[in-house]
């Protein structure tokens, strides 16, 4: 991987990442905004290596240190595994940028994967057909399973006598979409309840911020970002999202032609068009042109 950098002055990149934990039936009538550190075990910072990831790790982290609980910080990383030809499902590089994250700020940094599958590729192969808006079993296996996971791993770590209370932060911003926009801030999460191993709370801490202020942040504080964006990414999930926008898989394409080469053979072999506005033959072909 390249040397680090801090992010250059102006950039814009609106971000569509995928979400991790589906939000309840039900939202409380008064949300809460204030995140209360003492009713919490632990905070678990989802990182994916992209930008809002950075500006997540550091608005928790620096919230964790003035209530003098920066202890109780985890960082995860979710790894999402190889392809079968065994290019890596995510940027190359990302992984080491939520390291980065996590060392910056003194605390502790993990890595899961899958209990159930090897990769989110095989995953993939194993369903028959590619995710979408209405089928993000890539979020539901590769991350919210992950995480959930990691949450009964601390409460086993902590050894508490009882239920662990854990915060999960997550990047997802309002500016993204009119749906995150209507997110609570602070709300307790679905994977809670009678009989079950945790109480979990998400907490979405940069929910406010604009893509300028997420890079303020990060050229303010030195806060590694990945070198992708500098090639014109404007956002950092799967390097082949079938929910990214068609110029950033084109653009993504041009930087990964093994990869998407990979994932057109499976298009064509599954019968399942990437995209139902695009197939990836016609990605490739105006990367190529």
């Known amino acids: 991987m390249k040397k680090l950098l801090t992010p250059p002055c102006g950039t814009g990149c609106a971000t569509a990442q995928l979400e991790l934990f589906a939000a309840p039936a039900t939202a409380p009538t008064a949300p809460a905004t204030e995140f209360d550190w003492d009713a919490h075990d632990v905070v678990i910072v989802g990182d994916s290596g992209g930008k809002d990831s950075g500006a997540l790790v550091h608005e ?17 990383h979710c790894d999402l595994g190889r392809t079968e030809q065994g290019h890596l499902v995510e940027w190359p590089g990302a992984l080491e940028v939520a390291r980065a994250h996590a060392e910056q700020y003194g605390v502790r940094f993990a890595v899961r994967r899958s209990k159930r599958w090897k990769s989110l590729w095989e995953r993939i192969r194993s369903h028959g057909n590619w995710p979408g808006f209405f089928a993000r079993y890539c ?3 590769g991350k919210t399973a ?17 239920p662990i209370r854990a915060g999960y932060a997550m990047g997802m911003r309002a500016e993204e979409s009119r749906a995150r926009a209507n ?8 994977m809670s309840g009678k009989g079950t191993l945790r109480v979990v709370t998400t907490w979405l801490p940069i929910h406010r911020l604009t893509t300028e202020q997420v890079w303020e942040i990060h050229r303010k504080n030195g806060i590694a970002h990945h070198e992708a964006y500098d090639h014109g990414m404007r956002r950092l999930s799967c390097r082949a999202c079938p929910l990214a926008h068609t110029d950033d898989l084109v653009r993504s394409a041009q930087l990964n032609p093994e990869l998407f080469a990979e994932y057109a053979r ?24």
Do not use: W
């Open 60 to 76: 928790v982290c620096t919230q964790a240190d003035k209530a003098g609980q920066l202890h109780k910080v985890h960082v995860l």
């Open 139 to 141: 979020t539901a296996d």
């Open 146 to 162: 992950v995480g959930r996971d990691y949450v009964d791993e601390a409460g086993i770590e902590l050894n508490l006598g009882r």
């Open 183 to 190: 997110k609570p801030v602070i709300e307790r999460h679905r």
């Open 266 to 289: 499976a298009e064509r072999e599954m019968g399942h068009q990437f995209k139902k506005s695009i197939s990836l033959r016609e990605i490739i072909e105006r990367a190529r042109s």
